[in-house]
């Protein structure tokens, strides 16, 4: 991006990409952001324009400046050949195992997958034909044994979103390359500040952009990039399944963009912050936390990423579902809620068991997860407290 006085191409930090790539004010009137643009018809002026097809734009649905704008920063982030904007995080992972697998191949899928993608695959994969196997999230190079000759994929999500698995993505890529699949890795938890799967081996990197990226829990999108191997795939199941982002998500997305260095900073500390205050009180059975020492991932965590999410999770010593309601019906500065990477603290009790099938959930107490906000730390840690004793009294 900018040049050396010896010549040399320096490459700019994540930072400076965040807040600099994907604006192009020349050609907004020298107005700093892109717009919303909201459009379907893109005009042609003569014979010649429409058969040439050269034009940047030719319909709405393929994408627009806004959308463009999102996709350039993305790219640059994770370091891939390309991007593609869609409507959400579960539609960047269907559409790209769809890209990957057809009639008659098979699939192998994280048993700590986020649930609505395990979902598709079971309902709808199958229907098509895949065959859909899931497998052990700390398994490795144990991949390979699982590969059959007609494996095509590989859906990787480290952490794993409720239970904070951390995977070995350049084993799993050497596995799955080996055997003639792809690895798609859900990168949503940490964002690609703290961790760059295509850099590690993977072939196509999918966000939920409606988390982290947008960070202010009011618009919906998600993220595909890719190699440029696998690109062309992507691309074509997209334009043939007719996803289309609009220019007001885009625009939200690019906005959250430019402030996600110093968001994921503030909600990297509190998070451990507040993880390493929870492992010490009396209720906490565990804290499923990837940053902290006592993590069975703690090492590999160390190994392949910069940083941490706003997002952990933390086991409760056995109790009543009564105690369970004691803890989480009287927050005050927490809320109960679906999704996270917004600037508001969340807090959810959750029930693995039925999402699992290669590795049974064996935790007795019940499991929470926690999206660390931007609220005071001393507020969190004063409302967990005092959930904490209530769960203590129902117990
Ligand atoms: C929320 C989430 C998704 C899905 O994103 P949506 O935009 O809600 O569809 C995918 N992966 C992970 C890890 C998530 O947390």
């Known amino acids: 991006m900018t040049e050396k006085s010896s010549g040399q191409t320096e490459t700019p930090s994540i930072e400076t990409v965040l807040t600099h790539a994907g604006?192009?004010?020349?050609?907004?009137?020298?107005?700093?952001?892109?717009p919303v643009y909201r459009g379907s018809t893109v005009l042609f002026k003569t014979l010649?324009?429409?058969e040439a097809q050269s034009?940047?734009?030719?319909y709405g649905r393929a994408g627009n400046p806004t959308t463009e704008s999102v996709e350039r920063v993305v790219t640059e982030l994770e370091g891939a050949y390309r991007t593609k904007l869609v409507p959400s995080g579960l539609a960047a992972i269907t559409i790209a195992l769809m890209a990957c697998l057809k009639s008659g191949d098979d699939v192998l899928i994280t048993d700590?997958?986020?649930e609505p993608g395990r979902k598709f695959a079971d309902g709808f994969l199958e229907h098509m034909g895949v065959s859909v196997r899931f497998?052990?999230?700390?398994?490795g190079a144990g991949l390979s044994t699982l590969?059959?000759?007609?494996?095509?994929?590989?859906?990787?999500?480290?952490?794993?979103?409720?239970?904070?698995?951390?995977?070995?993505?350049?084993?799993?890529?050497?596995?799955?390359?080996?055997?003639?699949?792809?690895?798609?890795?859900?990168n949503s938890w940490a964002s690609p500040l703290y961790h760059r799967p295509l850099s590690l081996g993977a072939d196509i990197v999918v966000h939920a952009a409606t988390k982290m990226f947008v960070g202010h829990s009011d618009a919906f999108a998600g993220t595909i990039s890719t190699t440029e191997e696998a690109w062309e795939d992507v691309e074509r199941i997209r334009t043939l399944l007719g996803y289309f982002t609009s220019g007001d998500?885009?625009?939200?997305?690019?906005r959250g963009l430019r402030t996600l260095a110093i968001r994921m900073k503030e909600h990297q500390e509190r998070a451990l912050a507040m993880a390493t205050w929870l492992e010490t009180r009396d209720e906490v059975e565990k804290v499923l936390h990837p940053a902290l020492p006592s993590h069975p991932d703690h090492a590999l965590w160390k190994r392949d990423f910069t940083g941490s999410g706003s997002l952990f999770g933390f086991v409760l010593k056995p109790a009543p579902k009564a105690a369970v309601a004691a803890f989480v019906d009287q927050m005050q500065v927490f809320s109960m809620g679906f999704s996270w990477g917004g600037y508001e603290s969340l807090c959810l009790p959750v029930r693995i068991t039925k999402a699992r099938t290669v590795?049974?959930?064996?935790?007795?107490g019940n499991l929470f997860r926690a999206h660390i906000g931007l609220e005071g730390i001393e507020d969190l840690k004063a409302d967990l407290s005092a959930a904490l004793e209530r769960y203590a009294r129902a117990r």
């Open 359 to 364: 590795v049974p959930w064996s935790e007795e």
């Open 55 to 58: 034009q940047a734009y030719l």
């Open 147 to 186: 590969l059959l000759p007609n494996t095509r994929a590989v859906l990787a999500e480290s952490p794993g979103s409720l239970t904070f698995e951390i995977q070995d993505i350049p084993a799993l890529a050497a596995a799955a390359h080996a055997g003639g699949a792809r690895l798609i890795v859900d």
């Open 249 to 254: 998500e885009a625009f939200q997305v690019a």
């Open 135 to 139: 497998y052990d999230p700390r398994i």
């Open 112 to 114: 700590s997958a986020y």
């Open 23 to 34: 604006r192009n004010p020349d050609k907004q009137f020298g107005f700093i952001n892109t």
């Open 48 to 50: 010649a324009d429409l």
